[in-house]
């Protein structure tokens, strides 16, 4: 019944999502409504539901030009779950503009293998990672996806091997004009940024820690699926899952060693598994199966937003 509902890629089912969406932001949001007094504030709130609603779809964007997933519109839904996992991320603007940067990044490298524009692509890619880096200084790591991109496709150019270099170089150019402007204090800033912290004990009740475990068991069932399956799906895609697989793994790299340790980093994964999770739900498998994966993986995302209101 719920998979038949996504099994298309139709308005009515994009439409449904961004209600989804809509309805649980407000939901979080009118928690404390001291801030529709102040018009800022309400700037910043309609900033955090547009870059949240630009980032499912450009995720949506990503697996349907590329052809990672059939005609249906699953991976947005999916993306919908992962965000309900952890309420606080509806609140945490640096970290959401972060994701949409390096969302925006492997656009560019996923289509990195038309082999048209590659040079381009590289560049693009990453500056836009270097962008994302000023919001959430750790992002920076998605450089490595990169330069994973280059040895599949376009290793042999030594000038793509550079091109990365000169995006960093055009971002530091950007960043220090924009702390002249601001009167950013450039070193206490990348003192503040440049700590690394492996500890795992930020949790405020033990809501926090059970959406953690169960988001956890999730990731790994998909994961693991995705491994199990890889060798079965076209040869042409190979490349595309493998770089999502990486970008999965640098996003927990990311909430791993991060200082301001939260749940929220692991916003960073949610693209990733998203496309993941489709790749398993449009499985050849048993009808009962399906339903039985997307029922506890709703039941999952309900349970944990609500528990950490």
């Known amino acids: 019944m719920i998979t038949s509902v996504f099994k298309k890629s139709t308005p009515l089912n994009y439409i449904l999502v961004v209600f989804l969406i809509l309805v649980f932001f407000l939901i979080y949001q009118f ?54 996992f952890f309420p606080s991320v509806l609140d945490n603007l640096n970290l959401i503009l972060a994701n949409f940067f390096i969302l925006l990044a492997l656009r560019r490298l996923i289509s990195l293998q038309s082999l048209k524009a590659s040079k381009e692509k590289i560049f693009d890619a990453s500056l836009w ?11 920076i790591l998605y450089i490595v996806l990169v330069f994973i991109s280059i040895i599949f496709h376009v290793s042999r150019d030594y000038r793509n091997w550079i091109l990365p270099f000169i995006a960093l170089f055009t971002a530091t150019i950007i960043f220090m004009l924009f702390s002249i402007f601001f009167g950013i204090d450039v070193v206490n800033y990348i003192t503040k940024s440049v ?42 895609l190979h490349t595309s899952f493998k770089k999502i697989i990486a970008c999965f793994f640098i996003g927990v790299v990311i909430f791993l060693i991060s200082s301001n340790k939260s749940n929220d980093l692991l916003i960073f994964t949610f693209a990733p598994l998203s496309i993941m999770a489709t790749a398993h739900i449009e499985l050849a498998q048993q009808k009962l199966k399906q339903e039985l994966v997307l029922g506890i993986f709703i039941l999952c995302s309900l349970f944990a937003f609500f528990s950490q209101l």
Not at 214 to 219: G, P
């Open 129 to 139: 990672i270097f962008v994302a880096a000023l919001f959430h200084f750790w992002s």
């Open 195 to 236: 700590t690394v912290n492996f500890k795992i004990d930020y949790f405020v009740n033990n809501y926090q820690n059970g959406a953690l475990s169960i988001f956890v068991s999730i990731a790994l069932f998909f994961v693991v699926s995705m491994f199990a399956t890889l060798s079965n799906r076209p040869l042409l």
């Open 31 to 84: 928690q404390d409504l001291s801030w529709m007094n102040m018009g800022v504030m309400i700037f910043h709130r309609v900033g955090l539901i547009t870059f949240l609603l630009a980032s499912v779809f450009i995720t949506n964007f990503v697996v349907k030009k590329n052809g990672l997933s059939k005609d249906s519109s699953y991976t947005i839904f999916f993306y919908f779950l992962f965000l309900i």
